[in-house]
């Protein structure tokens, strides 16, 4: 049985086990609590805090959340960085973080911690109409916020996988899109099309074009990370790797411009950039077993039925059946949905090559 780290041995290398990064993530979580207690009690001094709104806790939740995501990713991406300088081993296969997939990948974090914890205390002021906590009660509640938030964004930035980064992009987009959909000033803006929330000046025009753009980067940051460690030791598996990850790369820049290029003053332009996306994931989906024949068969399938199920609602909208906003929803559902899933059986198909390239002794069982 194997003895636990002591705090000296965390301190000197603080991500370079799964115990260490957990025991870091804990400390991280600690100074954010002590700091958002300390800032909460000169904040919400001798008053009755509300819950949700202006002065809250909710409020002080958000922003300091979106703060401490901030400082708490970027963190443990340097000491990340740090660690694979020393073990060479250690990043070997997996791309370098571009300076605007360090950006985007932390200002999602920030505005996840934003969104959410705003949504959560509105969520929570109306099972408790009218209540009010203690000053005390209050800085104690806005600083475990602010802890959970610290753990979660330092884990985040040091454990950075396929998977992690499917599990960022998949609440990213849920906590944009609600956002910008329970902001919009325009109630029936759904009987136009998906793309109506970007058009108005207002916060949710802002936010609905910044989820997509800041996705956008996401994904072309997925394409890196995705493929990275995919079969390439033939020609063509090399030649099929780097299709997919021009394909990956193509629909984030798409998605990004569908954001940039609002379709009320660049109707041209949104229209292209949103229809080549399209075009492209088809395009990928239906080639996807010839350009990666290690992929799970059943994904090629799910795939194949996403493209099925997209075919069938544009036909519903040519022929008057669906409207223009659920073709689009739901095919951005289908879209993003499988992205997500390819991240974790590209995940699935890496960790499956190393198991069986491994040793026959290593696994433990018997001859």
Do not use: K
């Amino acid at each position: 049985m194997s003895e636990p780290s002591p705090i000296a041995r965390i301190f000197r290398h603080p991500v370079a086990s799964t115990e260490s990064r957990e025991s870091s993530a804990l400390l991280a979580g600690a100074g954010a609590f002590v700091l958002g207690a300390l800032v909460g009690l000169v904040v919400f001094w001798d008053r009755g805090v509300p819950i949700s709104g202006r002065g809250s806790i909710g409020d002080f939740a958000a922003v300091g959340g979106a703060v401490v995501a901030i400082a708490a990713f970027l963190f443990g991406g340097a000491l990340r960085r740090t660690q694979i300088r020393r073990d060479a081993a250690g990043g070997r296969g997996r791309p370098r973080l571009r300076w605007f997939d360090i950006a985007a990948l932390t200002l999602a974090h920030a505005i996840i911690a934003l969104l959410g914890w705003a949504g959560f205390a509105s969520v929570l002021s109306e099972s408790f109409v009218g209540a009010t906590v203690y000053a005390t009660s209050a800085a104690l509640l806005a600083g475990v916020a602010l802890a959970v938030t610290a753990y979660l964004a330092f884990l985040s930035a040091v454990n950075l996988t396929p998977m992690m980064l499917s599990l960022v992009l998949a609440l990213f987009l849920v906590v944009g899109a609600l956002a910008s959909m329970l902001s919009a000033t325009d109630p029936v803006w759904w009987q136009e099309n998906l793309s109506a929330l970007g058009m108005t000046d207002d916060l949710s025009a802002m936010a609905f074009n910044l989820t997509l753009i800041v996705a956008g980067v996401i994904v072309t940051t997925i394409a890196s990370y995705a493929t990275a460690n995919l079969p390439d030791s033939t020609r063509p598996e090399a030649r099929g790797r780097s299709r997919v990850r021009l394909a990956l790369v193509l629909i984030g820049v798409l998605l990004a411009c569908v954001g940039i290029f609002p379709v009320d003053e660049f109707l041209a332009v949104h229209n292209i950039a949103a229809t080549g996306m399209v075009v492209v994931y088809v395009a990928l989906v239906v080639s996807l077993r010839r350009l990666l024949p290690s992929m799970p068969r059943v994904f090629v399938l799910l795939g194949y039925t996403f493209v099925g199920v997209i075919v069938v609602l544009a036909i519903f909208f040519v022929t008057g059946y669906y409207n223009l906003t659920a073709v689009e929803l739901v095919a951005a559902v289908l879209i993003f949905s499988w992205i997500i899933l390819f991240l974790r059986n590209s995940g699935a198909v890496e960790t499956s090559r190393d198991v069986s390239t491994a040793p026959q002794g290593v696994s433990g069982s018997g001859p």
